[in-house]
């Protein structure tokens, strides 16, 4: 009996490391397949580091603010009686906007003139009496009184009728409409915004140390997400004298013709200060950096060792300023070198690769997207 349990164990130990050595093979055999595997060439890109002479500019954030910029409102209290406008309509200088009730002061007006018409007669009549002496200087000054009095008071109906006569102060493009007919206004209530949208300013701030390379009369290059890729140009018209004592910043403005109105205050927009002189750059399409937190770096075709393929290398760069499809690099890269154009997010360093640029974009300086 125990002679049994003893084969049996001897038995189940020979299984066992049969399966053993059997499973170390296959593991050997994957190992050594996995270091023999090379994995296909990846197709890819390309463009060709160039060397390109760019203009210097002050870049800031700004923002856009009226010429001319007002909310009309009431100056007297009174009934909306007429409603000259529609919201959103453009307006010309001295155009009706509101009409209040003035029936109270058209009424006093008939009786206020008559009076001005009678101490106008009898200030002429007094002017005769007292060339001739007839009365005294006293009652000649009090003709003169009464007649000024008069013409007081119809002036004052007038300016009252006038202020209730609700006009624009200047050309410009309506708000949204903020009274409705009958409504009684009080002092102060506004009415609708006016806003001269073209030309347009563009207030921004620029470190001190850079105020001696800027000037009144230089050119500004403006941008947003609202233009569609559009820029629009101005000039600087005013720099504040006083350099803010808690950022050390000074505060510029610039006129910037607003065509088509696509700029509106309140919007933010980037500036950019165009300066004289222009520097030497390196550039390379936007689409071919890898951007990561601890650095970015692009991906350098160089011809195998066997000089039977292509590999890339990865390469780390210092990036500068943005135009366009283009950004610049400041170190890192080579003029004339060729690197991965697209797609380099899927790439890995030593990587074999294929070049096919049937399909690689056209990259520009000023890129003009269509409108699909």
Do not use: C
Request: no cysteine.
């Amino acid at each position: 009996m125990k002679k049994r349990i003893l084969f049996a164990i001897l038995g189940l130990l020979v299984v066992v490391a049969i399966l053993a050595g059997l499973k170390v093979m296959q593991i050997r055999a994957m190992i050594s397949q996995g270091k023999k595997f090379v994995p296909p060439a990846e197709t890819v890109t390309t463009a060709v580091v160039t060397a390109d002479s760019w203009g210097a500019d002050l870049t800031a954030v700004g923002t856009l603010s009226a010429v001319q910029g007002v909310t009309v409102a009431a100056e007297l209290p009174g009934k909306v009686v007429k409603i000259a406008f529609e919201s959103g309509a453009a307006v010309k200088k001295g155009g009706l906007l509101v009409s209040q009730d003035i029936s109270s002061e058209e009424a006093q007006l008939p009786g206020l003139l008559a009076q001005v018409k009678l101490a106008r007669t009898e200030l002429e009549r007094a002017r005769k009496m007292v060339a001739e002496k007839i009365v005294s200087q006293a009652d000649y000054d009090k003709a003169v009184a009464t007649h000024d009095q008069a013409l007081s008071q119809a002036a004052n109906v007038r300016a009252t009728i006038n202020k209730k006569t609700i006009r624009a102060p200047f050309n410009g493009r309506i708000g949204i409409r903020q009274v409705n007919l009958g409504q009684i206004l009080k002092e102060g209530e506004a009415i609708v915004t006016l806003q001269n949208l073209n030309p347009i300013y563009v207030d921004f701030s620029l470190p001190q140390q850079q105020l001696a390379q800027v000037r009144s009369g230089q050119s500004v290059r403006i941008t947003s997400d609202a233009l569609a890729g559009e820029t629009m140009e101005g000039r600087i018209n005013a720099i504040t004298p006083l350099v803010d004592a808690d950022t050390r910043n000074v505060k510029v403005q610039a006129t910037v013709t607003n065509r088509g109105e696509k700029l509106r205050p309140g919007m933010f927009v980037n500036v950019a200060v165009g300066l004289p002189e222009r520097r030497k750059v390196q550039v390379i399409p936007a689409t071919a950096v890898l951007y990561a937190p601890y650095g970015d770096s692009v991906f350098i075709v160089e011809d195998s060792k066997d000089r039977k393929g292509k590999l890339l290398r990865q390469q780390f760069v210092r990036l500068g300023e943005k135009r366009g499809d283009f950004v610049a690099v400041t170190s890192g890269l080579k003029g004339g070198e060729t690197i991965v154009s697209t797609g380099v997010f899927k790439l890995r360093n030593g990587q074999a690769v294929v070049i096919d640029n049937k399909l690689a974009p056209a990259f520009s300086a000023s890129p003009k997207p269509e409108n699909n």
